[in-house]
Nanobody, 128 residues
């Protein structure tokens, strides 16, 4: 299984960025996909998740209403659209996936994102 992020960069406060995660090596149907972030000197923070093939989405309180997670299975990718960015959103962002979880969609909650078993290499987001 491979996950490859792209789309990070430097953006001004109030701006937008879209992160992409291209996946390979697993069946997307019935998978949890998500994002977490880690700023220097801080703990990892789960940000968003979805259950592939459904409308299920879940977000942390810190990004609810500003970030949107989505997927495009035709492109073997999922995304994190980030809007109204703030300096405190500055972090390395990682995409993660957990194919065919026990419990199905019930596992796909933002509080479980850090348990997902596959992770990309990360992409840096800096908000000035």
């Amino acid at each position: 299984v491979q996950l490859v992020e792209s789309g990070g960069g430097l953006v001004q406060s109030g701006g937008s960025l879209r992160l992409s995660c291209e996946y390979s090596g697993y069946r997307y149907i019935g998978s949890c996909m998500g994002w977490f972030r880690q700023a220097p000197g801080k703990e990892r923070e789960a940000v968003a998740t979805l259950y592939s093939g459904s409308d299920l989405r879940d977000y942390s309180d810190s990004v609810e209403g500003r970030f949107k997670i989505s997927q495009d299975n035709a492109k073997d990718s999922f995304y994190l659209q980030m809007s109204s960015l703030r300096p405190e959103d500055t972090a390395m962002y990682y995409c993660v996936a957990h194919p065919d979880p026990i419990g199905g969609s019930r596992f796909c909650r933002v509080e479980r994102v850090l348990e997902y078993i596959f992770r990309g290499q990360g992409t840096q987001v800096t908000v000035s």
